[in-house]
């Protein structure tokens, strides 16, 4: 599988991005699919995960109500919605896919990875 994440840019706290990885191979379908996120300094965090049939998701508790994660099987793209952003969303976001069965936060678990798209919050 290969992974291209795109959408990232500069918004103002409170502002909204829609973030797209594009993703080709035949595997990407029964791949669970991850975002996680890197800010400066820190260590890579998890922020949200959706099956391979896209009918169950898992987020990181501080992302819980503001971001939203979806996918097209036959588009072969998974979508991160982020609503009411904040500077400390700040970071720059991969997309992932896991060929394993359950869903995981753990970025370790994940067998590919896209090259990441920056987003930053201003207050």
């Known amino acids: 599988v290969q992974l291209q994440a795109s959408g990232g840019g500069s918004v103002q706290a409170g502002g909204s991005l829609s973030l797209s990885c594009a993703a080709s191979?035949?595997?990407?379908?029964?791949?669970?699919m991850g975002w996680f996120r890197q800010a400066p300094g820190k260590e890579r965090e998890f922020v949200a995960v959706?099956?391979?049939?896209?009918?169950?998701?898992y987020y990181a508790d501080s992302r819980k109500g503001r971001f939203t994660i979806s996918r097209d099987n036959a588009k072969n793209a998974v979508y991160l919605q982020m609503n009411s952003l904040k500077p400390e969303d700040t970071a720059v976001y991969y997309c992932?896919?896991?060929?394993?069965?359950?869903?995981?936060?753990?970025?370790?678990?994940?067998?590919?990875w896209g090259q990441g798209t920056l987003v930053t919050v201003s207050s």
């Open positions: 992932a896919a896991d060929l394993g069965g359950t869903l995981s936060q753990n970025w370790k678990r994940y067998d590919y």
């Open positions: 191979g035949r595997t990407f379908s029964r791949s669970n």
């Open positions: 959706i099956n391979w049939t896209g009918g169950s998701a």
